[in-house]
């Protein structure tokens, strides 16, 4: 098993899998993680790669694997590592039938159009296939009160996360997972939709979208976006 990510999320998953016993033969995160210390003491063989696509194969045919768990990764796998040949499986914060792309602005604009339910989705990647449409796992999802914030409904996501990595990634590794096509959201959210999401918001909605809380400090090109469009309302 390989873990390919950064952050809490992954240390997290490195700690579970290791609890468990799993064979977890290397992770690969980003050179400026700030998960590498706790990786570092977990004593797990670390790959630090700002270019995973260039740098996984060498070590794939040096050390072949089965299954590799993509978990708040911020690099798109190509297609040629995709189909290098282990099964590749992912971690979404959003519910992939209506919230595909980056973790934060799916949050953001699930706020922003007052969705009811929001959640997270473990799914396959697949060469040739966008971004976050492989056959889903399994989903977790959750309920979005009234009052909840960016803060509450992110942290929620990845509480959502850990949940579906502890509860399936044994039958990952086993090769025991079923998974199942859904239909998927038509387009991948980005920052280039922020300002949108903002000027179709209500007042209410788009005040609590942009409440970022503790993830302000994660996340500074959404505040500095959301600071922007501020400006450029009140001018």
């Known amino acids: 098993m390989v873990l390919v990510g950064g952050g809490a999320l992954l240390s997290h998953a490195v700690g579970h899998a290791l ?72 971690i979404h914060n959003g519910l992939v039938q209506r919230y595909r792309g980056l973790a934060e602005i799916c949050t953001f604009a699930a706020i922003c159009r007052g969705e009811a339910e929001y959640g997270a989705t473990l799914h396959r990647l697949l060469p040739g296939q966008k971004v976050d449409t492989g056959p889903v796992v399994a989903q977790q999802a959750f309920a979005v009160a009234a009052e909840d914030d960016f803060a509450v409904v992110f942290g929620r996501g990845i509480e959502a996360c850990k949940r579906l990595y502890e509860q399936h990634v044994a039958a990952i590794v086993a090769g025991d997972a079923v998974s199942t096509t859904v239909e998927h959201a038509g387009k991948a959210f980005g920052y280039k939709d922020v300002a949108r999401l903002c000027a179709e918001a209500s007042p209410e909605r788009r005040r609590r979208a942009s409440r970022l809380g503790p993830y302000r400090a994660f996340f500074p090109a959404l505040a500095a976006q959301l600071a922007d469009v501020d400006r450029h309302a009140a001018a």
Do not use: H
Not at 33 to 38: C, E, F, G, I, V
């Open 19 to 90: 609890a468990l016993g799993l064979p977890l033969a290397l992770v690969c995160c980003p050179v400026d993680d700030p998960a590498l210390p706790r990786l570092a003491r977990l004593g797990v063989t670390v790959l630090s790669s700002d270019d995973p696509n260039a740098d996984l194969p060498p070590r794939f045919a040096a050390q072949p694997c089965d299954a590799v768990f993509s978990i708040n990764n911020r690099f798109l796998l190509s297609d040629a590592l995709l189909a290098s040949g282990p099964r590749f499986y992912n």
